[in-house]
Each structure stands twice: as structure tokens, then as C-alpha cells.
């Protein structure tokens, strides 16, 4: 989204107060002075300079307690208008994701709404925020000032600039842009009792030039920045810079620090490189990063390892190398070693800020905290909106000790222990993406493809349910106790007479497992709840009957009373992996593998039998295993099936491998 604001001399009326409205997610912020070298000698071009910087840093400290922005200004998105005025001298300047944000913001509180094309209900001066886009105008009383800043004066062109980049989003979902960063920290921190007139923000953050404008808007907020960063985003400055800055830190306040690696994502969606200021084609992001991943590879495939050598010459690289060495088999075995990358920087940073918190935290003076946000950056061409993917905030307390994860519930974050026992499993976000991308090159249309979902009733399966909503619409659910599809031939026969005219249907099949805070396997916490519990509570009490079974026990001989019917189904179609089950190294993980296999034979026979009921379309078949991981983190699933039946339940082809 692009927002342009021109600031005119106009005529109008006094100002007038007005609703707010949500403040629009802005990023990079150009300004741009245009001034007649006739008009406007050097001494005065310095003095708008000034002047300007004091105007938008105010903006900025101020908007961020203002309500709102006018909602002309929303209705503006993708409009221009700037100053008409003659330009011989242009300057050029970064005001940031915040500033820019809360920039309009805080017109919203000084100007007034006039009418369409400027026409005012009062003849008296004033000096507006034209909008060329919806032909509204908001307009202050000329002669008062604002901020320092005379409103008699022909004030500069500032031209805001906020384009999202959907590739960013698709190659890292949950990123959050610059601007959606800022705000966030900044009611995280104020939450936690910080006074950002008290904060020292230190970043660390690699030293490419492409990483600086989120310090810039982090300083829009919190005045400026410490920078402990080296080559990749390590932290090279060590204990001893943590404890420089601690020495820094106002009077009574704290610290925040944001730190790690950074990854480029160019136009083409390509991950590991972008295009940069002025160069025609695009080059490697981070280099160091990719360099040290070549060395890695390569010590890996039998080549010697270097050393760190004792020279200040390239130390830094060598330590980026050493430190990238401990995910040396997960790079070379990820699918995408681009992608793979920041997250394995990601880790080994955690680990050395991890050490230097416990080393350098008693500088921090009195009853001071340190809030520490780790992520990775998200560089994208110049004339879009930087990203951040938050992955950590935690708060520490003077003594280095870990007081509580004040990452916002509405963040979803990856779990990284979900791979320890399910390699290759996909957030919810990341699978509905590749399905989507999926069946359209199949043939598929989003707005005529309906989806039928076979999950259990558990209410922690319902957050993939509503992801498939966002791009289908809706779903029709098939699905039972341990994600068992009890809806049998009826309920696919009833699906398939619901399908959009000439279109197809997708269904999506699976147990599900949960995997808890601490990395144990078939529990998970849920929310409101201090303990958590078993996860699949039906699939796990129809292990024990199987157990039971394989022990010498009887087997429940008949169908019992409708009331308990779907769970005396999940133990009875268990029974043929008892003795898999019995001999797994861990239960709870081969436990949605069993249950896979019999529920992907029962809708296979449900598909052959019931797809003439579909039409004309095809019919495509997700099947895998859910995991279910605790609140504030994204769910996952591992996919272990999608295959492409034709409307006589012949398959036409299997669609991933």
C-alpha cells in the first residue's frame, strides 16, 4: 500500500476533532524538500531541515499515544499528491516505519476536514494535509505552531511510502513489517512497566547496510540505538559491549534488545538473495551467512575445518563459520538450505546472547529488566516494506535469570521441538499454502473447490479448519473421534452435492498429536489450563485397549450402545498395529502413524466408492498427521499423502511424491 501526503498552505477553517481510525501499516518513509534555489538559500534549507526533523520526530513520540488516523487518509492508499512547487534542490531523508505511521496519526488530531477540491467553511489560513485520493482535506488554524514548528511557513513535501511484499510472507509466514514490529514492542514493553523515555534499545544486527532501516525505526520511537552487532547478526561485541550499554541506560530504566540473522527474499520470490539500491541484479543476503554455510557444507563432506584465528584481520568470519558448524547435517538435509539458514543462525545466536545475558546482566542498574526479542530480518527490494519474524521475547531480570515469555499470544510462532519427532511437518500456514499452489496447477479454482475436513473434534484441531476457511470459504466436516471420517459414504455423498458448479472438492484427512512445552510427545498445554493432557485423549485410551489386547485381555466382541460407538471403531481399527505399537521406541509418536494407515484405508474405500457423487470435478485426497503445539505457536501437520482421484475414484496421479 502506498500513502502520499502533501502538506499545502490552503484556505480553511478552524480545526475540529474527528473519530480515529486504525493506524495504517506503514514501513520506509521517504521525504523528500522541494525549494526554489532562488527562494531558498542554504541557511534556509538547513532551517526546514531542522525544522522537519523536529516536526517528524514529534509526530512520531506523539502518535504513538494518538487514537487514529483520518480515515481520508486510509481511503488515500495507493493516491499521490505532493507539493506543487518549483524543485531545483532536493534532499532526501528516512523517517521511518514508525514516524511515518504515527505521522498521520497524530495529523489526525491537529487537522480539520474541509470540503471537496480545499473549499473551506471559513475564509481564514490554514495549512492542510491534502489528499488527492478521496478529495478530502484536513486543515489547522494557520498561525498556531506545532511541535516548534511555524504553520505560516511553506512546509516541505513528505512522501510516505508503505508497500507490502507478499513473497516475504509466503517465504516466512507470521513475519510482521517494520511498522507492525515497532508497534508491537512498543505495547509489549509498555505492558511491562517500560518507560520508553527510559529505555536503551541495543540491536545486533549484521552490519549490511539493508539492516539499518529497522534500527532507524526502532530509534523513531526510542531516540537511538547500541548496536552489539557483527557479520550475520552476531552479537560480537560480546559481554563487554552488554555491558557498555547497560552503563548507558537512563536513570530507574531498562533495556530492550533485538537481535538476529537476516535473509533476503527478491521480486521473484527467490530466498537468500534480493535486489539492492541501484544495482540491476540482485546479490547474495546475507553473504556472510551464505558463505559460512559453503564452508560448513563442505566440512561436513570431508573437508578439514579451519580455526578462529588470532589475528582481528577476518576473525568475525571464522566465528560465524565455527558457530554455523553444530547444524551442519540439518543444512544439508533441509529442502530449502536458503530458508533453513536464518533459522539455524537464529539458534546459534539464542545461544551466545543466552551467554552473554548470564555473564553481563548485573551492569544493568537497580530494579532494571532486559527484554530480549529474537527473530530474523526479512530484507526485500527497495521499494517495499522490510520484515521481521519474531521467534522470541523473553525478560530477564538484573541477575541474568529468565522471568517470563512476553511474546503476544496473537503471535504464532514456530515450535521447533515438533521437528525432533516429525521432520518435514509443515506449519498450518505454510500447508495451506503449498496445497493451494498445489491443486491450482491441477486445475482447481479456489472459488470452486470445496473442502471437507476428516480431524478429530477436538477444539485445538480447529485453528487448520479456519486457515483452509481464509482461502475456501468454508468446510464440510466428515470427521470423528481421532480424526476418524464417521461420516462415512453418506456424509462424502452429501459434500459432493454441495460443490460449486464445474468444480472439485479437497479433502483433508489426519490424526492428530500434541507435542507440550517441554518436548514430550502426545500431551499439550491448552489454554486456560495449568497442566496439560493427553492429546489424542481417544487415540491414547485406544492404545491402552490394544495394549490390553496384545496382553492376553479379551477383545470387546460387539458393536456396544450407540452412545460409545466411535471410540469402540478407533480401538477396533487400532487392533491390526498392535504389535507396531508394542515394539515402537516412542509409543506417542508411532501412536497418528497407526492411526494414519487405518484411516487413510478407510477413505480410500469411502473415495473409490462415493466420488461418482462429485459431478464433473476431481477429487483431491490430503492425508498426514496433525500437531498440535501450545498457545501463542503455530500448529503443524506432515503431510504423508495427496493424491488426485478423477469423479469414478480412479487415481489420476499422485500430486506430491
Not at 511541535?147 to 516475504?168: H, I, K
Not at 529488566?369 to 526485500?380: F, P
Not at 527490494?381 to 503476544?408: A, H, Q, R, T
Request: hydrophobic letters at 40%; a negative charge.
Amino acid at each position: 500500500m502506498k500513502l502520499t501526503i502533501g502538506l499545502t498552505v490552503l484556505l480553511a477553517a478552524q480545526s475540529a476533532a474527528f473519530a480515529p481510525v486504525a493506524t495504517p501499516q506503514l514501513s520506509r518513509a521517504d521525504v523528500t524538500l522541494g525549494m526554489s534555489a532562488a527562494d531558498a538559500p542554504t541557511s534556509k534549507r538547513k532551517r526546514a531541515l531542522k525544522k522537519l526533523g523536529k516536526f517528524a520526530g514529534a509526530l512520531a513520540s506523539f502518535g504513538l499515544a494518538a487514537s487514529g488516523t483520518p480515515a481520508p487518509a486510509l481511503a488515500a492508499a495507493g493516491g499521490s499528491a505532493a507539493l506543487q512547487a518549483g524543485t531545483t534542490n532536493v534532499a532526501r531523508m528516512g523517517l521511518g516505519a514508525a514516524g511515518a505511521a504515527v505521522a498521520a496519526g497524530a495529523a489526525g488530531k491537529m487537522f480539520k476536514k474541509t470540503s471537496p477540491g480545499g473549499d473551506s467553511s471559513s475564509s481564514s489560513s490554514t495549512t492542510a494535509l491534502n489528499l488527492k485520493k478521496g478529495a478530502v482535506e484536513w486543515s489547522v488554524e494557520k498561525g498556531s505552531k506545532t511541535f516548534g514548528l511555524d504553520l505560516n511557513a511553506q512546509l516541505p513535501t513528505m512522501t510516505v511510502t508503505a508497500e507490502p511484499f507478499p513473497q516475504a510472507t509466503k517465504a516466512f509466514p507470521g513475519a510482521l513489517t517494520n511498522s507492525e514490529l515497532v508497534i508491537m514492542i512498543n505495547q509489549v514493553l509498555e505492558d511491562a512497566g517500560y518507560d520508553k523515555d527510559k529505555t536503551l534499545v541495543a540491536t545486533s544486527l549484521c552490519c549490511d547496510e539493508v539492516n539499518r532501516p529497522l534500527e532507524t525505526d526502532l530509534s523513531e520511537v526510542y531516540n537511538t540505538n547500541f548496536n552489539m552487532g557483527g557479520l550475520a547478526g552476531f552479537p560480537f561485541g560480546g559481554a563487554v559491549s552488554f555491558g557498555a550499554m547497560a552503563a548507558h541506560i537512563p536513570d530507574g530504566g531498562s533495556c530492550a534488545v533485538v537481535y538476529g540473522p537476516h535473509v533476503g527474499v527478491d521480486h521473484d520470490g527467490s530466498i537468500g538473495t534480493v535486489e539492492r539500491r541501484g544495482r540491476k541484479v540482485g546479490g547474495a543476503c546475507c553473504g556472510s551467512a551464505v558463505a559460512a554455510s559453503g564452508y560448513v557444507s563442505g566440512v561436513f563432506n570431508g573437508d578439514k575445518a579451519g580455526s578462529i584465528p588470532d589475528d582481528a584481520f577476518d576473525a568475525q568470519q571464522a566465528m560465524v563459520g565455527q558457530s554455523l558448524l553444530p547444524f551442519a547435517e540439518r543444512l544439508e538435509t533441509a529442502e530449502d538450505k536458503m530458508k533453513e539458514l536464518p533459522f539455524a543462525l537464529y539458534d546459534a545466536q539464542t545461544g551466545l546472547m543466552k551467554q552473554i545475558l548470564g555473564k553481563s546482566s548485573g551492569a544493568v542498574a537497580g530494579d532494571g529488566t532486559t527484554a530480549v526479542l529474537g527473530g530474523i530480518q526479512i530484507n526485500t527490494p527497495p521499494e517495499y516494506s522490510d520484515y521481521f519474524l519474531p521467534l522470541s521475547f523473553d525478560l530477564y531480570n538484573s541477575k541474568g535469570e529468565f522471568v517470563e515469555d512476553i511474546m503476544p499470544k496473537s503471535i504464532q510462532r514456530p515450535f521447533p521441538k515438533v521437528m525432533d519427532y516429525f521432520p518435514g511437518a509443515l506449519t498450518n500456514a505454510e500447508l495451506v499454502d503449498k496445497v493451494t499452489t498445489s491443486i491450482e496447477e491441477a486445475g482447481f479454482s479456489t472459488e470452486k473447490t470445496l473442502v471437507a475436513t476428516s480431524l478429530c473434534c477436538d477444539e485445538v484441531n480447529r485453528p487448520l479448519e479456519t486457515d483452509f476457511a481464509d482461502v475456501f470459504d468454508t468446510n464440510f466436516h466428515m470427521g470423528g473421534l481421532a480424526g476418524f471420517p464417521f461420516g462415512g459414504l453418506t456424509s462424502f455423498g452429501a459434500m459432493a452435492s454441495h460443490i460449486p458448479d464445474g468444480g472439485d472438492t479437497l479433502v483433508v484427512f489426519g490424526p492428530h498429536v500434541g507435542v507440550d512445552s517441554t518436548g514430550a510427545a502426545g500431551t499439550v498445554e491448552r489454554r486456560g489450563r495449568a497442566n496439560g493432557g493427553s492429546c489424542c485423549g481417544s487415540a491414547v485410551a485406544a492404545s491402552g485397549y490394544v495394549a490390553d489386547v496384545l496382553s492376553g485381555k479379551a477383545e470387546q466382541a460387539s458393536l456396544p450402545a450407540i452412545v460409545d460407538a466411535q471410540q469402540y471403531f478407533v480401538g477396533k481399527m487400532l487392533l491390526p498395529y498392535a504389535k507396531q505399537l508394542d515394539k515402537a521406541e516412542n509409543k506417542m509418536v508411532e501412536l497418528p502413524y497407526a492411526l494414519y494407515d487405518a484411516q487413510k484405508e478407510l477413505m480410500g474405500k469411502i473415495v473409490t466408492q462415493k466420488a461418482d457423487a462429485v459431478a464433473d470435478g476431481n477429487v483431491a485426497v490430503l492425508g498426514g498427521i496433525q500437531i498440535n503445539t501450545p498457545e501463542g505457536f503455530s500448529d503443524y501437520y506432515m503431510p504423508l499423502s495427496f493424491d488426485l482421484f478423477n469423479n469414478k475414484g480412479e487415481l489420476v496421479k499422485k500430486l506430491w511424491a
